[in-house]
Every structure is written in structure tokens, then in C-alpha cells.
Nanobody, 124 residues
């Protein structure tokens, strides 16, 4: 069982930066691939980024590639999403998720554990 708690959301100006964090409980965090998803009002949840269990592989949605960076610290049981140069269209509730797979996981249904989400609002 893994419990996930996101933090760091808020209001940010377009072109600024924001860092989201996700703290995980459990002693097996390092065996889970982690991901970030987001859901804007009236839209379906969409994939943002994924990182393998060891942190050696990352993968991004085209819409955030080059602007967002996912990272993890297995010693601290945390995964982060650094958001640089955010755009108004990045406004959404952001969720972190954990998958028992070892590598990159893009599909939401392959994640067994989810956080409660943190709101990110990007003003123009």
C-alpha cells in the first residue's frame, strides 16, 4: 500500500516557475514507477510525466516537454515536478500516482495509487 500526498500547487504567472512535490508513505517507494497527471475543468485526466523506479528514465507529454522536469528522491520517498515557463493551458489539478511497474508508465489505468491532487492555476 502506498499513500501519496501532493503539495506545492498555487497561483503562478505565465512564464514563472512552480515546483510540485509528492510525498509517499511505505517502505517500497523505490520499487514503484511514478507519474504526474492533470485534469482541467471539463476535460479528461491526461498524462504529464513519468519516471522509472530508479529515476534513470523519464518521459513527458509533448505539451510539457522542455518545460517540465520530473525527478525523484528514493531516500526521501518523494517525487517532484518542476514546472518552468508554465502557460495558462497548464491550469489543472495535478495528481501524482504510483505504479508497480518498474519502467515508464503512461496509461492512467496502470497506476494503482493516486494522491488527492493539488490545484495549479497559471495566470496570463
Amino acid at each position: 500500500q502506498v499513500q501519496l500526498v501532493e503539495s506545492g500547487g498555487g497561483l503562478v504567472q505565465a512564464g514563472g516557475s512552480l515546483r510540485l512535490s509528492c510525498a509517499a508513505s511505505g517502505r517500497t517507494f523505490s520499487t514503484y514507477a511514478m507519474g504526474w497527471f492533470r485534469q482541467a475543468p471539463g476535460k479528461e485526466r491526461e498524462f504529464v510525466a513519468s519516471i522509472s523506479w530508479g529515476g534513470g528514465s523519464t518521459y513527458y507529454a509533448d505539451s510539457v516537454k522542455g518545460r517540465f522536469t520530473i525527478s525523484r528522491d528514493n531516500a526521501k520517498n518523494t517525487v517532484s515536478l518542476q514546472m518552468n515557463s508554465p502557460k495558462p493551458e497548464d491550469t489543472a489539478v495535478y495528481y501524482c500516482a504510483a505504479s508497480s511497474a518498474a519502467g515508464i508508465v503512461v496509461v492512467a489505468t496502470n497506476y494503482a495509487y493516486w494522491g488527492q491532487g493539488t490545484q495549479v492555476t497559471v495566470s496570463s
